[in-house]
């Protein structure tokens, strides 16, 4: 990724999807972005929303924003990265809802309350409980190192 690129990346992963525009998505600029609002794709969730349809497989959507919105295959890579990364962070906060008072509340609540009681900023997604050593790798190399972009 170029740095205008990873800062776009770093800023677009800072905060939730909330009511972003769809030019808030990493490597989609003016041209790309008419496409997809003329495709009926003008925020960024709807797009989410299309990656979810592809059954969150990266190559599925990577194949229709080539083929139906003429994105090149970088355009393609780093919006699929994107959404995959932000898929993974909100299935993770879930996955703790979940656990912290389902299924564990006393391990999981006291692991989860020691990684979150200081600053998430410089930790490295290698040392989030309960995610292993394939997983973290699978974001390393999608460029995501650390848990705070």
């Excluded at 083929?67 to 959404?83: D, I, P």
Aim: contains cysteine; glycine residues 6%.
């Amino acid at each position: 990724m170029s740095s205008s690129t990873t800062t776009k990346f770093h800023e677009f992963m800072a905060e939730s999807l909330g009511d972003k525009n769809i030019r808030d998505v990493p490597v989609i600029g003016d041209v790309l972005g008419a496409k997809l609002s003329e495709a009926g794709y003008e925020k960024a969730y709807t797009l989410f929303g299309k990656f979810l349809l592809c059954h969150k497989d990266v190559e599925e959507f990577q194949d229709w924003i080539q083929t139906q919105c003429g994105a090149n295959s970088h355009q393609a890579k780093t919006a699929a990265q994107s959404l995959f990364a932000d898929l993974f962070l909100l299935s993770l906060f879930f996955a703790y809802v979940i656990l912290d008072f389902l299924i564990m509340p006393s391990t999981t609540s006291q692991k989860f309350r020691d990684f979150t009681g200081e600053s998430l900023k410089d930790k490295h997604v290698s040392e989030i409980p309960g995610l292993g050593p394939k997983l973290a790798s699978n974001l390393e190399e999608s460029g995501i190192t650390k848990v705070c972009l």
